[in-house]
């Protein structure tokens, strides 16, 4: 399971994408893990209360309430045993949607506020309100799940991570389980971090709309894999490649090694590409690959992009595609897509195996003692401290001082 949260990640909220990686004895994490609590393991996601605790979705399908300060588990929302394909938490905290390895959705009530203490709620008594089966999704296409701002509606797609045709449609739902709506077969979707609108990228085109007002299909000849709004949805992300990709030749071997990866910049109402650019670049000038994830910064002055299948990942500038970081790691498995993704907007996480965030003004002062591959990180309120969820944890980290507050 790959999930993404709400793609524009904003202050104190994540959800995180994380792929684990095997690594040998060379490469294992060097942070030392904290005395007291118990390692965690690999954490899926992670959402932040209005009282400041943690919420983490575990690779166990345990969901655990933890104490940002120390680390210490509080409680526990689900036991370890439960299969999962992904968890959304609505914005307001009122309700929480968990979805399982057999695509079955539950809505459960939340009612987490500011005074709320998870550890004086027996969550053995509460019973979903909702209960539903969600399009199946198959081992090419992992489940997102995204609730729109209003928690009126959950949004379920499948996120693309190999070369092939699109195999899942996005489908949107109440709050109270009715489907309103089921699109056509998508590559990746992004939704609006603020308003009722959906993009999805199919092949060699992009469509932006919502199911009440009906959707505008954009033609961006080479399009395909990944898309993401920025972190205030005024302009969308898309990758791809730079040139339109046949269809009738499939997207196997015969078509996959052909063009170079590309960069397109729409704006987020009307899909209009204000950016088309070649970022091959960032690994090797004339490079023959596909732009497989991208992630914006928060600050949206940059664009981390990953070309996949063991290429090495970059940063780039979202106003002209310029070159600003190109990040030098040993090659992983041709077959891995690798996400990327930020602990903060100076801090860039590169994945693809590589320890260490990588500051993006200063590469050569990599901080190192970080498994990355896949990680994702986001600034705690009130604090500029850091949660990363790592290959095989989580931990709190202290980007002034360079230290690990806590590892779990």
């Not at 943690?54 to 933890?66: D, N, P, Q, S, Y």
């Not at 008594?125 to 199946?136: G, I, L, S, T």
């Not at 309103?180 to 709309?209: I, M």
Request: charged share 25%; glycine share 12%.
């Amino acid at each position: 399971m790959i999930e993404r949260a709400p793609r524009a990640v904003g202050e104190g909220l994540l959800l995180a994408v994380l792929l684990g990686a095997p690594g040998t004895a060379q490469d294992a994490v060097r942070v030392p893990p904290s005395a007291g609590p118990e390692p965690l393991g690999p954490a899926r996601s992670a959402v932040q209360t209005p009282r400041g605790d943690l919420l983490v979705l575990l690779a166990t399908g345990r969901v655990e309430f933890l104490d940002a300060a120390s680390g210490a588990s509080l409680a526990t929302l689900r036991p370890d045993g439960a299969a999962h394909g992904g968890i959304a938490v609505a914005r307001d905290f009122s309700r929480i949607a968990l979805r399982d390895a057999e695509d079955n959705v539950r809505i459960l009530p939340l009612g987490l506020d500011e005074t709320t203490d998870p550890a004086g709620i027996d969550w053995t008594e509460r019973r979903p309100d909702v209960a539903f089966v969600a399009h199946r999704s198959d081992r090419w296409s992992p489940s997102v799940l995204q609730w729109t701002g209003d928690g009126e509606h959950l949004v379920i797609w499948g996120e693309q991570s190999y070369h092939q045709e699109p195999t899942t449609p996005p489908q949107v739902w109440t709050a109270g389980g009715e489907l309103v709506w089921t699109g056509p077969k998508a590559c990746d979707a992004a939704l609006h971090p603020e308003v009722n609108r959906l993009a999805f990228v199919r092949v060699n085109e992009v469509s932006l709309g919502w199911p009440v007002t009906g959707f505008e299909t954009v033609d961006v000849p080479g399009a395909f894999g990944t898309i993401e709004y920025d972190p205030c949805g005024e302009r969308l992300a898309v990758g791809g490649r730079n040139m339109r990709i046949d269809q009738e030749r499939g997207l196997g071997l015969k078509d996959r090694f052909t063009g170079a990866p590309q960069l397109r910049v729409l704006d987020g109402e009307t899909g209009r590409v204000t950016l088309d650019v070649d970022v091959s670049e960032v690994d090797i000038p004339g490079l023959t690959s596909w732009l497989h994830r991208l992630s914006w910064s928060p600050d949206g002055r940059h664009i981390g992009i990953s070309a996949g299948k063991g290429h090495k990942p970059g940063v780039v500038s979202s106003k002209d595609g310029s070159v600003v970081l190109r990040v030098e790691c040993v090659y992983g498995q041709m077959w891995k897509t690798f996400p990327v993704g930020w602990a903060g907007s100076d801090l860039f996480l590169p994945g693809a195996w590589l320890e260490g965030l990588v500051p993006v003004d200063a590469p050569e002062e990599r901080i190192e003692g970080f498994l990355c591959g896949g990680a994702t990180g986001v600034a705690l309120r009130g604090s500029t401290d850091i949660l990363l969820l790592l290959d095989d944890g989580l931990a709190r980290f202290d980007p002034a001082t360079r230290k690990v507050v806590w590892k779990r």
